[in-house]
């Protein structure tokens, strides 16, 4: 009885000691990691979530780009950061669920070594072509494909991208044969798209929607399970005929494990409703991407999910990175 007391006693005093350190938080500033270079979505993402929490809550979180390795290199920071909740990374499927099944040997295991805190937004791919393409529809592009196997060539932003794996999702289910031509993000890849070299790119929404808005690209069909409210007469590929190719990147933020609860809970609180406050909302959802939030074990779910429905996708392919 007393050593039970005694257990009780001790769970009671971390308990209050872990609420007393949320409670205080943050008491200097935060270190948010990117995966990706200054630029792109994910790095804009992320300084948009800064702003506004600094904004709103008098938060102070630097934005630190680590890229490399497929996004490797920032996740494996911060696993193996000190778990007190000054170190974040704005982590994503390409790199939370794609790289483990991608990569033979990693430094880090995303699921033990960390922590979801809430996920921020998803960015659905979108099929285009150049603005003078001969493909005006989903059958266009899928007739020629079919006409002669292996003809076609589809670039995306790398391979193992979520990009990647919707083409070989699309050849799965339309029988169709493309040559994958992988490039170093849509700035390497825009160039030989709208100069002929390749005949179509898939990429995310977010990325490529001021091309789109601009006239250099024109939009054939996006990933989403309905039309993106930015590209309102871009059908789905579901709505096209072509089923089992709806996927997106989900863009969430994690912590270390063992990061307290209560400072996980206080992101994930501040995360959600900054997510209904109207300036961010419309800045987020202007990109293309769509808005997320939900609780942490929603954004472990999600990933889990994604993680089995892809594993065999990419072993089928034979999709390594080393």
Not at 25 to 41: H, L, S, W
Not at 111 to 122: G, I, R, Y
Not at 205 to 217: A, R
């Amino acid at each position: 009885m007393r050593n039970l007391m005694r257990i009780s006693t001790a769970v009671l005093l971390c308990i209050g000691a872990a609420s007393a350190v949320a409670q205080g938080y943050p008491e200097r500033p935060i270190r948010m990691v990117v995966p990706f270079p200054a630029g792109g979505g994910t790095d804009s993402l992320s300084r948009l979530l800064a702003t506004a929490l600094t904004s709103k809550l008098n938060w102070v979180i630097t934005v630190d780009n680590k890229p490399g390795a497929g996004g490797n290199l920032a996740l494996d920071t911060v696993a193996k950061a000190k778990p007190d909740g000054y170190t974040l990374v704005m982590a994503q499927t390409d790199n939370v669920v794609l790289n483990p099944l991608l990569y033979s040997k990693m430094t880090y295991d995303p699921v033990k070594d960390l922590e979801a805190v809430s996920s921020v937004a998803s960015g659905a791919v979108v099929l285009v072509v150049r603005a003078d393409s001969p493909y005006k529809t989903l059958a266009d592009v899928v007739a020629a494909a079919k006409a002669k196997p292996g003809s076609l060539t589809v670039a995306t932003p790398g391979t193992g991208t979520i990009a990647h794996l919707v083409t070989q999702l699309w050849q799965n289910a339309s029988g169709v044969k493309f040559t994958h031509v992988p490039y170093r993000g849509m700035s390497q890849a825009l160039p030989d798209l709208i100069g002929g070299q390749v005949d179509i790119y898939m990429g995310s929404i977010p990325t490529l929607l001021s091309q789109i808005e601009g006239g250099k690209v024109r939009p054939i069909a996006v990933t989403a399970a309905k039309r993106s409210p930015v590209l309102p007469n871009v059908p789905t590929f579901t709505e096209t005929g072509i089923r089992g190719v709806e996927l997106a990147s989900v863009w969430g933020v994690m912590a270390p494990a063992g990061t307290p609860k209560p400072i996980i809970d206080k992101w994930n609180v501040a995360i959600n409703e900054l997510l209904k406050q109207p300036d961010v909302r419309d800045k987020i959802l202007a990109t293309g991407a769509e808005l997320h939030g939900g609780t942490p074990q929603s954004m472990t779910d999600l990933y889990k999910a994604d993680r089995a429905r892809l594993a065999p996708v990419v072993k089928a392919a034979e999709i390594k990175l080393d």
